[in-house]
């Protein structure tokens, strides 16, 4: 028979541990089972939280969507997008943070440390254009694409859209392997060319084209390609 929330002792139900102890005290499951709140006919709260992280591994639940957390028995569209919406929140608090301490961009390695998490664990490739005022202060983050990165994907018109708009002096192009490896391909290659032509034209320097691979990165000016 299922053992249910209200057959744990007081102080060991989640929301009550965590209003009594803070949410340090909670495991993870703890705090899984307090966001999707109740489980299904075979399994309680907490135990249907432990098959989501037997599941699922950290890296995927920093970018999971809700068609697939719905392949658990249990989990349907409120919870999904209960479980989604919280790690998403989660994830844009942590990288504000990141962005609030990193202003100015001296080198390589801070825009890697800027981007990192956020691009690290992603399943898709995203391509982001990072805008800069004349004392390489960034102005904004921009989403180019998102998807398998070829040079008909990341036209020059739309990555240089915003950096026109915005007055940018120079840009970045930053853009993660999923594969884990950071080397480029030759469709990076082609496009940072065409990129840089482009910026040339349009008297905006592009700095850098860095790629973002698990824990490592590529930067195009590090190795005189730009």
Do not use: W
Request: charged share 30%.
């Amino acid at each position: 028979m299922k053992k249910t929330i209200k057959d744990l002792d007081q102080n060991d139900r989640p929301r009550e541990k965590l209003i009594k102890y803070g949410a340090d005290a909670l495991t993870d499951e703890e705090l899984l089972a307090i966001i999707i709140a109740t489980g299904n006919k075979e399994k309680n709260v907490i135990e249907l939280s432990k098959e989501i992280l037997a599941t699922f591994s950290y890296e995927d639940l920093t970018d999971i969507e809700v068609a697939e957390l719905t392949h658990i028995n249990g989990i349907k569209n409120a919870k999904a997008c209960s479980i989604v919406a919280s790690l998403r929140l989660g994830n844009r608090i942590a990288q504000k943070l990141i962005e609030k301490e990193i202003i100015k961009i001296e080198r390589s390695e801070d825009i890697y440390n800027y981007l990192k998490n956020e691009l690290a664990n992603k399943k898709n490739e995203y391509f982001y254009a990072i805008l800069l005022d004349t004392k390489n202060v960034i102005i904004s983050k921009e989403v180019i694409s998102k998807g398998i990165l070829d040079a008909s994907l990341v036209h020059p018109r739309e990555a240089f859209k915003a950096a026109v708009k915005k007055s940018a002096k120079s840009i970045i192009f930053v853009h993660n392997h999923p594969s884990g490896d950071m080397n480029p391909s030759k469709y990076d290659l082609l496009t940072t060319k065409k990129l840089v032509d482009a910026g040339n034209i349009l008297d905006i320097k592009v700095l850098d084209h860095i790629i973002i691979a698990d824990n490592d990165y590529y930067s195009f000016k590090k190795e005189n390609l730009i």
